[in-house]
C-alpha cells in the first residue's frame, strides 16, 4: 500500500469511527461495527450443537422445562473465550451450573452478560472483577456441576444477569456476525416437540394448582403416562394431563423414562432387600450404599422388585437414585416426621443456606424433626430443642 492510499483509508476510518460515535451517541444501532466486537465462545469447527435455548420436555426427573441457554458439545478441556470485552462477574462453583463464569459487557451502549457453565478451570485464567478482552481464554470445557458428558452451556443476559433476559445465544450472535450454527461440525440439537410424554416415578399427587396447599385431584399410580406440553409449568411445579384430564405435578416424580428399566442406586448406608413388597417380609439380603441395582418391571406401591448379584427382591423405591450418592427423595415435612443425619458431622445452620451461620453441629444418626420444606432442598429441622436448617441431601429418612 502506497503512501496516498494509506492516508486515503486513515482518512475515510477516521470519517467511519466519527460516523459510529455519533450514531452510538444517539442510540442507533450500528451492526456491522457490532459484528467486529463479539468473538465464539469456541474454536470454530471444535463443538457441536447438543440442545437449543427455549421450552423442551424435562430431559430427566427433576430438570427445568425451559432451557435458558444453548449447548455445545465439546471436548474436555477446549479453551473457552469471551465473547466480548468486559469485566467478571462471577468465577467459581454454584450447584447446578458446577464451575461457572459471568462476563457483563457494554458493546456499542448495549449492556449484556454472558454466562459460562459446566466449566473445568473456571478460577485459574480469570477472576471475579477482572476486565477481560475479546476472545481472551477465560476457561476450560469440562462436566462439572449437573451434567452427563463435557459441555459449554451458553446464557446470554440482555440487560445484565440475574436481572435483565435471558435470550437465545444463536440468535444473539448471529445477528452480530458471529454464526455459532455453521461454524459447529454437527448439529444434534432438537427441535422443541408439541408434547411431551413423562412417567409418574411414585405415587403421587396430582394437584388443582402449582403447590402442596392446592386440592389433589386424583393420585396416579408409579409407571403411569403423563403428558405435558414444552415449558407448560410454575417453579417446581409441571402442569400436566392424564386421561385429558389437567393438573400439577411435582417435577421431582415426573421422569422422561420407564423408572423400573436401567440401573439405580442404594441411597442410605444399607438398604434392605426383602422377599415380599411389604416391610414386615423377610431380609433376603442387606444391600451396600451406591449397590448398582437393575430394575426389574414389577412395580407394587412404592415398593420396586431389583436384581442385585444374581439376587431378585424388593426394596422401597424412595431409597433408591437415578445417580451415585445421588440426592435423597425430599421426605414430607408434615407432623412428626423424622430423618437421620447420614453424615460424620452436619452443621445445623441458621438459614437454608451453607453460607449461613451453624446453630449447633449434629453427629451421624442423630433424628431430627420436619418442621418445614425449603424450595431448594433444605429443611427446616428441629433437634434437642434448636431448630436450624440442614440439606436433605445429608440425612436419610431410614432409622439406622
Ligand atoms: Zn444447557
Redesign the pocket.
Known amino acids: 500500500m502506497g503512501p496516498t492510499r494509506r492516508k486515503a483509508v486513515t482518512l475515510l476510518l477516521a470519517a467511519m469511527t466519527a460516523l459510529g460515535l455519533a450514531l452510538t451517541g444517539v442510540g442507533i444501532a450500528v451492526p456491522a461495527h457490532a459484528a467486529t466486537q463479539l468473538a465464539a465462545p469456541l474454536p470454530d469447527r471444535t463443538y457441536v450443537l447438543s440442545?437449543y435455548y427455549g421450552p423442551r420436555c424435562m430431559p430427566v426427573a427433576g430438570s427445568s422445562t425451559f432451557?435458558l441457554?444453548q449447548?455445545f458439545g465439546a471436548s474436555r478441556g477446549t479453551a473457552i473465550r469471551a465473547i466480548a470485552p468486559g469485566t467478571v462477574s462471577r468465577a467459581g462453583t454454584v450447584r447446578g451450573f458446577g464451575e461457572w463464569i459471568v462476563v457483563d459487557h457494554v458493546v456499542n451502549g448495549e449492556r449484556f452478560s454472558s454466562l459460562y457453565a459446566h466449566l473445568v478451570n473456571a478460577t485459574k485464567f480469570v477472576k471475579k472483577g477482572q476486565k477481560v478482552t475479546r476472545g481472551q481464554r477465560i476457561g476450560d470445557v469440562g462436566s462439572s456441576g449437573t451434567s452427563t458428558s463435557p459441555h459449554l452451556?451458553m446464557e446470554i443476559w440482555k440487560g445484565g444477569y440475574p436481572t435483565g433476559t435471558a435470550v437465545d445465544p444463536l440468535k444473539f450472535m448471529k445477528n452480530r456476525g458471529v454464526d455459532l450454527r455453521s461454524l459447529s461440525t454437527r448439529n444434534y440439537a432438537r427441535t422443541t416437540p408439541s408434547s411431551c410424554k413423562y412417567f409418574t416415578t411414585a405415587k403421587v399427587n396430582m394437584r388443582s394448582g402449582p403447590g402442596e396447599s392446592y386440592k389433589v385431584l386424583r393420585t396416579p399410580q408409579p409407571n403411569v403416562v403423563i403428558k405435558g406440553a414444552p415449558g407448560a409449568g410454575s417453579g417446581d411445579w409441571r402442569q400436566v394431563t392424564r386421561n385429558g384430564k389437567s393438573g400439577w405435578i411435582h417435577k421431582n416424580y415426573l421422569s422422561p423414562g420407564y423408572t423400573s428399566q436401567g440401573t439405580r442406586y442404594v441411597l442410605p448406608a444399607s438398604l434392605n432387600m426383602r422377599a415380599k413388597p411389604s416391610a414386615s417380609s423377610k431380609v433376603k439380603m442387606s444391600l451396600p450404599r451406591n449397590a448398582k441395582l437393575t430394575m426389574l418391571r414389577e412395580i407394587k406401591g412404592t415398593w420396586q422388585r431389583v436384581r442385585y448379584n444374581g439376587k431378585n427382591g424388593w426394596v422401597s423405591a424412595r431409597f433408591i437414585s437415578d445417580t451415585v450418592g445421588g440426592a435423597q427423595v425430599v421426605p414430607k415435612a408434615s407432623g412428626n416426621t423424622y430423618s437421620w443425619v447420614d453424615k460424620k458431622s452436619l452443621k445445623l445452620r441458621k438459614g437454608p443456606s451453607t453460607s449461613s451461620g451453624a446453630v449447633m453441629t449434629l453427629r451421624r444418626d442423630n433424628r431430627v424433626r420436619h418442621l418445614a420444606k425449603m424450595k431448594n432442598g433444605w429443611l427446616k429441622v428441629k433437634h434437642g430443642g434448636k431448630t436450624g436448617y440442614v440439606a436433605t441431601k445429608h440425612l436419610t429418612s431410614r432409622k439406622p
Request: charged share 20%.
Open positions: 440442545s432451557h441457554g449447548d452451556h
